[in-house]
C-alpha cells in the first residue's frame, strides 16, 4: 500500500507531511471563502461547518494519510484506516458522528477543489456515446442546483468482523483485521444519482456503470491497480443510490469523500466509491479489480474466480462497549448496542450472557427502524459473580436472516456475520 499522497510526497515523513499539510491548508482556506461568496450557504453549508470540515490535521495522523483527528479513545488504527471504537458510540445518538466515523482508505485522502471539480460522465449507454476525453460535466454548482434528497444509511466495509475469523475460528484471512468498528450511519444529502445519469442521456442500453475516486492509483504488493473503480448494475444505480455532497448535515468531510461521494444503501462498502470523479456508463458489464479479484468469496467451496461480486452486506450486532470490558459486580446495567442489515431492517436482538446457553430479548429504541440503518437496543444486567464473561448478540432481520454461531470461511475474510464473543471482566 501507498502511503503518499498522490503527488508524489511521502506522507510517512514527518516533515514532508507538515509541509504539504501546511501547503494544502492554503488551498483549504481558499475553499471557504469561495464558498462563503459563491452561494453555498443557499444549500444549507454554514462556514462553521465548513471550518469543521477542514480542519487542520494533527502530526498524530501522518502515517495514515488521513486528515481527520484520530484520538486513540474514538478510534483503533489500521493502517491506512480508522477503526470505530464501539465505546465510543455510548451516548451517542442514531448516527455515527463523523469525528468517530470509520475510513477505509486505499490510498491517502485526496484535497480536492470543489471549484475546478467537475464529475463527468461518458461511454455507451449515454446518448452519442460521448468519449472519455469529451464527458457530459456537472460542476458541484451544477449538482447543488438539482432538488436534493435525504438518506440515513449505513455503510460498511465487506471486510468488518474480518479478525473473528481467526480470533473465533481459528482460520486464517488475509486483509484488515477489523473487530465491528467498520460500520457507520450517517444522514447523507445530495442528488439522486438516477436524476443526474437521466440528465446525462442515459439509454435503455445501459447496463452497468464504473464509477471512478479521485485519489492516487493503488498498488498492491507493487501491481498498479489504477483508481479505485467499482462496477455498479444500473438496476441498483437507478433505485437508491444518492450522489452526496453532505453528510450530517455539513459538506463532506474530506476523508469521507469531499466534493462528492456514492452512497450505495445496504451493499458493500467498496461501492460507496469517495472522491468521484467520473462515471463510465456502459452498453455491456463492466469490470475493474474490485468486482473481480477483490470483494468476491474465495476459498474451498467457490470456483476458482470466485462467488458472484459480492452486493448486500449481512446481518450484524455490537454491544457498544469497550473490547474487554470491565464493569463492577452486583450492580444493575444496562448494555447497550445496535444491529444493522443489508437485507433490510433488523426486527428483533437477542443477547446472551452466559456465553449463549441461554437467550434473552432486547429492547428495540427504534421503534420504526429504517431498513437502510440500524436499530439500537439494550438490555438491563446485574451480574453478581465477578469473573469473565462473554456478551453475545445475535439479531433477525425482516427477511428472517439472523446471525449464525460461526460464519462461512472465505480466505479474504468477507462478510463476518456470526454471533460475535464480547469479552467482559466483572470486578
Ligand atoms: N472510494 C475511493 N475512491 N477510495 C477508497 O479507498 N474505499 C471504499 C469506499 N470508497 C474507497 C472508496 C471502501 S472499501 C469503503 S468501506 C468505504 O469507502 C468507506 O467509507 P468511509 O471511509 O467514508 O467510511
Known amino acids: 500500500m501507498r502511503s503518499g499522497d498522490g503527488d508524489g510526497h511521502d506522507l510517512t515523513e514527518e516533515t514532508t507531511y507538515e509541509r504539504v499539510r501546511a501547503a494544502q491548508s492554503m488551498s483549504r482556506r481558499d475553499l471557504m471563502r469561495f464558498s462563503a461568496t459563491a452561494g453555498l450557504g443557499a444549500a444549507g453549508f454554514g462556514t462553521a461547518a465548513l471550518g469543521t470540515a477542514f480542519a487542520a490535521a494533527p502530526a498524530a495522523a501522518a502515517a495514515t494519510g488521513i486528515v481527520k483527528p484520530l484520538p486513540a479513545e474514538l478510534f483503533i488504527p489500521q493502517g491506512t484506516n480508522a477503526e470505530t471504537r464501539w465505546e465510543a458510540m455510548s451516548g451517542q445518538g442514531y448516527v455515527t458522528p463523523v469525528d468517530r466515523f470509520f475510513v477505509r482508505n486505499h490510498v491517502s485522502t485526496p484535497l480536492i477543489d470543489a471549484r475546478t471539480w ?36 449505513f455503510i460498511e466495509c465487506t471486510g468488518n468482523g474480518r479478525s473473528f475469523y481467526t480470533s473465533q475460528q481459528g482460520q486464517q484471512v488475509s486483509g484488515t483485521p477489523w ?10 444529502r445530495g442528488v439522486r444519482l438516477a436524476t443526474v445519469l437521466e440528465r446525462a442521456g442515459l439509454t435503455r442500453r445501459a447496463v452497468d456503470i464504473l464509477p471512478r475516486g479521485l485519489d492516487a492509483d493503488y498498488v498492491d504488493k ?12 444500473i438496476a441498483k444505480a437507478l433505485k437508491d443510490v444518492l450522489l452526496a455532497y453532505e453528510m450530517n448535515g455539513a459538506p463532506l468531510p474530506p476523508d469521507h469523500g469531499f466534493p462528492v461521494r456514492l452512497v450505495v444503501p445496504s451493499w458493500v462498502g467498496i461501492a460507496s466509491v469517495k472522491w468521484l470523479g467520473d462515471i463510465q456508463v456502459a452498453d455491456e458489464p463492466l469490470f475493474s479489480p474490485w468486482n473481480t479479484r477483490y470483494y468476491r468469496l474465495f476459498g474451498p467451496g467457490y470456483p476458482p474466480e470466485g462467488s458472484a461480486p459480492l452486493t448486500r452486506m449481512n446481518v450484524k450486532s455490537a454491544f457498544e462497549l469497550p473490547w474487554d470490558a470491565t464493569l463492577p459486580a452486583g450492580r444493575r446495567h444496562v448494555l447497550h448496542g445496535r444491529s444493522w442489515s443489508g437485507n433490510g431492517r433488523v426486527r428483533r436482538t437477542d443477547v446472551s450472557v452466559d456465553g449463549g446457553r441461554t437467550w434473552h430479548r432486547t429492547r428495540l429504541n427504534d421503534v420504526h427502524a429504517n431498513p437502510r440503518g440500524w436499530v439500537r437496543w439494550e438490555f438491563p444486567w446485574r451480574p453478581h459473580a465477578p469473573g469473565r464473561y462473554e456478551l453475545l448478540a445475535r439479531a433477525t432481520d425482516e427477511t428472517g436472516a439472523s446471525q449464525p454461531a460461526t460464519a462461512p470461511h472465505n480466505t479474504l475474510g468477507y462478510l463476518f456475520g456470526a454471533v460475535v464473543r464480547h469479552p467482559v471482566t466483572i470486578a
Open 118 to 153: 467537475r464529475l463527468k460522465l461518458w461511454g455507451t449507454g449515454l446518448h452519442g456515446s460521448p468519449a472519455e476525453d469529451r464527458p457530459v460535466e456537472f460542476s458541484y454548482e451544477d449538482l447543488l442546483g438539482l432538488r436534493a434528497e435525504s438518506l440515513t444509511a
Open 179 to 188: 473487530k465491528l468498528g467498520g460500520v457507520g450511519v450517517a444522514h447523507w
Open 222 to 233: 507493487g501491481e498498479n491497480l489504477g483508481r479505485v473503480r467499482r462496477p455498479l448494475p
